[in-house]
């Protein structure tokens, strides 16, 4: 069988997650996964500046309802995506960050931008690996992705020394069991106590309010959310990150109801 380099595999990997669209800027050492996504069929998005990148990738994520990508060189680019990934863990919102980064086999020797990434971005994400071995990509691309959307969803980065992106190995070697792996969207199951408790509250309430946040959306509740809103007659009120759950013209809704 052919010879893959670690920059196709990813690019293949990506296909099999469901990616469709790529926010990025051009630049070394990610240059050649870019041209294998592209081959794949993935629109790639320039900006221009690795913020907007992380920036644009939340909305998408929002809209889509599904984790997105942005992309970055090494150095300086990929700790340009810092903010955006930060602003993504502060709302839960489920970003994956890619960042390319100086050669493994050469750390410690100040090659060309070497810096140490990964002690910047583990405080701006849910979660932060760095790839080290071309077989293992496909399994660690998908669990980037459950990452992100298991429990209260969040950014993930996942850091690529240039050695590993232009290592060849045959196509064989490579573990593609976990490739496109479902990610499981797990709805935690409601105690039935404190189901009693909260409609026990509510009656008891005398001018009860809904406030709505993003749970909701992730949770994929909204129809449920709407169906409670108009059963209790109960006025909501949505955080920013929930807002659209329910339309905020809606009969019961308080921005409606403060007139």
Known sequence: MAELTGSEIL???LKAEGVDDLFFIMGGPMLLAESMAAKEGIRLIDVRHEQAAAFMAQAYTRLRQKPSVCMAASGPAAINLSTGLANALIDCCPVIGMGGASPIGQFGRQV????DQMAIMRGCV??????HNPKRIPQQVNFAF?????GKPGPVYLDWPGDVLYAKIPEEQVDWSYAG??????????EPKAIAALVDAINKAKNPIIASGGGVIWSQAW?????????SGIPFYTTPQGR????????????????
Not at 112 to 115: A, L, R, S, V, Y
């Open 181 to 190: 792996r479902p990610i499981v969207r797990a709805r935690p199951y409601a």
């Open 126 to 131: 849910k979660y932060a690996d760095r790839i």
């Open 11 to 13: 690019a293949k990997c």
């Open 146 to 150: 459950q990452k992100a959307m298991n």
């Open 112 to 115: 060309f931008q070497e810096i």
């Open 223 to 231: 129809d449920e959310m709407r169906a409670f809103v108009e059963k």
């Open 244 to 259: 659209g759950v329910v339309p905020d013209d809606h009969p019961y809704s308080y921005l409606t109801m403060r007139s």
